[in-house]
T-cell receptor, first 112, second 113 residues
């Protein structure tokens, strides 16, 4: 069935270093892949998304890469800052569906 | 742009009572809205997809008679938890879809005593 696997579940990096979170999806026809950041007690906030016709997208310190052949996509955060600490969720929209299927989440901690 | 609000932000109720949660898209029209619930340290679990003017589509295992969803306008969807029980205590989050993108509300924390 439709499935998105996300790794790692927790990630701790030093301030200023880079963080990478990876996701794999099951349906090769998936066409839309957003990433959300969720701070404690708040709703998820869209930080970046990518569509299946693009291999990479960047927005300042955040980038997402997509490998359709391998069915995986990754979030890259460079020059991490304490305010980047949060839970990050990847998601995929499978072809023909309205809904998103979410990964299990990654708790990112930035150590000062 | 693309702001979604929820009301209330938190609610405490007695077991057996009903609770209504509102979800509004403030600066866009959302033909489709989604309702999720999230338990502590877990991912988002989709409960139902709501299209304006039609009946909601519930995910497997979600009781449609217990979680009533109404999407009467392009900017408002409501979730009513009927005959709430302690196991319904959770964080309920809605989202509105604008083009392909889902924008989430701030969530409603429900505690059933």
């Amino acid at each position: 069935g439709e499935n998105v696997e996300q790794h790692p579940s927790t990630l701790s990096v030093q301030e200023g270093d880079s963080a990478v979170i990876k996701c794999t999806y099951s349906d090769s026809a998936s066409n839309y892949f957003p990433w959300y950041k969720q701070e404690l007690g708040k709703g998820p906030q869209l930080i970046i998304d990518i569509r299946s016709n693009v291999g990479e997208k960047k927005d300042q310190r955040i980038a997402v890469t997509l490998n359709k052949t391998a069915k995986h996509f990754s979030l890259h955060i460079t020059e991490t800052q304490p305010e980047d600490s949060a839970v990050y969720f990847c998601a995929a929209r499978f072809q023909g569906a309205q809904k998103l299927v979410f990964g299990q989440g990654t708790r990112l901690t930035i150590n000062p | 742009g693309a702001v979604v609000s929820q009301h209330p932000s938190w609610v405490i109720c007695k077991s057996g009572t009903s609770v209504k949660i509102e979800c509004r898209s403030l600066d866009f029209q959302a033909t489709t809205m989604f309702w999720y619930r999230q338990f502590p340290k877990q991912s988002l679990m989709l409960m139902a997809t709501s299209n304006e003017g039609s009946k909601a589509t519930y995910e497997q295992g979600v009781e449609k008679d217990k979680f009533l969803i109404n999407h009467a306008s392009l900017t408002l969807s409501t979730l009513t938890v009927t005959s709430a029980h302690p196991e319904d205590s959770s964080f309920y989050i809605c989202s509105g879809q604008s083009q392909e993108t889902q924008y989430f509300g701030p969530g409603t924390r429900l505690l059933v005593l």
